[in-house]
């Protein structure tokens, strides 16, 4: 065997494996999203339920970081949580037509959109307007007297609650 022969390969080879040590941080950082786990899925504590008020709906807001890829930014939301003595029932704020911010409206006890007036009763069922669906309920859990919520988004327009 020739010496030269010996050493090319050699060479060749020590390269090959220096080529990928260096490659492998970019290949973890490109496949990364694909193990990152998106934290809107987790639970999100919504504190101690007691200090809800009883009888009429509040609105509660919150913080979540959806994972986009590698962009991970906070951006805030809200739910309706509706409490009255065991029952607690939780939606989503978004009118499930356009997705516009729905209000309570007390003197009317019903939920309202202010973008195309459809109206929701206070168990979250569509009472009127362009709405295809009920208000979206969102999955809730209580632990040691905490109430926590899952967020989720809907697809506006569908006439079944799609996650977007």
Request: aromatic share 8%.
């Amino acid at each position: 065997m020739d010496r030269r022969l010996v050493l090319k390969t050699l060479a060749a080879m020590a390269n090959i494996a220096i080529a990928a040590l260096l490659s492998l941080p970019a290949i973890l950082y490109i496949f990364s999203p694909l193990r990152r786990r998106s934290s809107e899925t987790d639970w999100i504590d919504l504190g101690v339920l007691e200090a809800l008020p009883q009888g009429a709906p509040t609105l509660v807001r919150y913080e979540v970081q959806p994972s986009d890829g590698w962009a991970r930014k906070a951006r805030r939301a809200s739910a309706w949580v509706y409490r009255q003595d065991d029952r607690v029932r939780v939606f989503t704020s978004t009118c499930p037509h356009l997705g516009c911010a729905v209000r309570w409206t007390p003197e009317s006890v019903r939920f309202s959109c202010p973008c195309h007036e459809s109206a929701f009763s206070l168990d979250g069922g569509r009472l009127s307007g362009p709405a295809p669906r009920s208000l979206d309920p969102l999955p809730w859990k209580l632990e040691d007297g905490r109430l926590y919520l899952r967020h989720q988004v809907f697809r506006p327009g569908a006439s079944q609650a799609v996650p977007a």
